[in-house]
T-cell receptor
Framework: AQSVTQLDSQVPVFEEAPVELRCNYS??????LFWYVQYPNQGLQLLLK??????LVESINGFEAEFNKSQTSFHLRKPSVHISDTAEYFC???????????????FGKGTLLTVNP | EAGVTQSPTHLIKTRGQQVTLRCSPI?????VYWYQQALGLGLQFLLW???????NRGNFPPRFSGRQFPNYSSELNVNALELEDSALYLC??????????FGSGTRLTVV
C-alpha cells in the first residue's frame, strides 16, 4: 500500500522569502507524483506532476519539485513567495501497478502555507 | 473545454436523511473518483468508477454508494446521514491515470 507524509501541517513565511514544503512517500512500486493546491473554499488544482524523465518539474507560477527516488521524496519549493500563494498544498502519489486496483491517488494531509506581508 | 462540474455547491441536510451528489467529468474522461474532505482528516478516497463499473472503494460504510452513467457522469449517494458526514465532497475525472482534474466540490452540512 502506498502512503504520503507531509511533514509540516503549517508553514508561515514572509512575502518574498523562499519556501520548501516537504513530502515523502512510501510505495513498493514505481509511482507518479503530484502537487495540488487548494485555495480557500475551492476545489483542488493541479500544480505540477512527475511522471517520468527529468526529476525536476516546474509549474507556471514559479513552483518546482524534485523527485528523489533514493529518499522517496518530492519536496515543493519556491524561491520567492507572494501573498497570493497562501493556500493549502497537497502532495499525492499514484502507483503504476497494473490491473487497475490501485489506480487512485493517495493524498498527504496537506500543508497550509501562509504568506505574511 | 468545460471542467469537472459538481452539483449542488452547498447542501444542508438533517441527520438520518439521504443525499445525492452529482458530477460531470471532463468530456472524454472515462474515470470518475470521489473523495471526502472532512475537517482535520485530509482527503479520503471514497469511490472510483471507470466505464460504468465500480473499480475500487475506500474504507467507508455501505451507506456510501454511487454509480456511473453511460455518459460517464456520476452520482454519489449517502444514506442515513450522520453528523460526521459533514464535509466537502470532491469529484475528479481522469482519462489515463496521469493526474486528476477536480471539481469545486459540494459542501455538505448535516445538522
Amino acid at each position: 500500500a502506498q502512503s504520503v507524509t507531509q511533514l509540516d501541517s503549517q508553514v508561515p513565511v514572509f512575502e518574498e522569502a523562499p519556501v520548501e514544503l516537504r513530502c515523502n512517500y512510501s510505495s513498493s512500486v514505481s509511482v507518479y507524483l503530484f502537487w495540488y493546491v487548494q485555495y480557500p473554499n475551492q476545489g483542488l488544482q493541479l500544480l505540477l506532476k512527475y511522471l517520468s524523465g527529468s526529476t525536476l518539474v516546474e509549474s507556471i507560477n514559479g513552483f518546482e519539485a524534485e523527485f528523489n527516488k533514493s529518499q522517496t521524496s518530492f519536496h515543493l519549493r519556491k524561491p520567492s513567495v507572494h501573498i497570493s500563494d497562501t493556500a493549502e498544498y497537497f502532495c499525492a502519489v499514484s502507483d503504476l501497478t497494473s490491473g487497475g486496483s490501485n489506480y487512485k491517488l493517495t493524498f498527504g494531509k496537506g500543508t497550509l502555507l501562509t504568506v505574511n506581508p | 473545454e468545460a471542467g469537472v462540474t459538481q452539483s449542488p455547491t452547498h447542501l444542508i441536510k438533517t441527520r438520518g436523511q439521504q443525499v445525492t451528489l452529482r458530477c460531470s467529468p471532463i468530456s472524454g474522461h472515462t474515470s470518475v473518483y470521489w473523495y471526502q474532505q472532512a475537517l482535520g482528516l485530509g482527503l479520503q478516497f471514497l469511490l472510483w468508477y471507470d466505464e460504468g463499473e465500480e473499480r475500487n472503494r475506500g474504507n467507508f460504510p455501505p451507506r456510501f454508494s454511487g454509480r456511473q452513467f453511460p455518459n460517464y457522469s456520476s452520482e454519489l449517494n449517502v444514506n442515513a446521514l450522520e453528523l460526521e458526514d459533514s464535509a466537502l465532497y470532491l469529484c475528479a475525472s481522469s482519462l489515463n491515470n496521469v493526474g486528476y482534474t477536480f471539481g469545486s466540490g459540494t459542501r455538505l452540512t448535516v445538522v
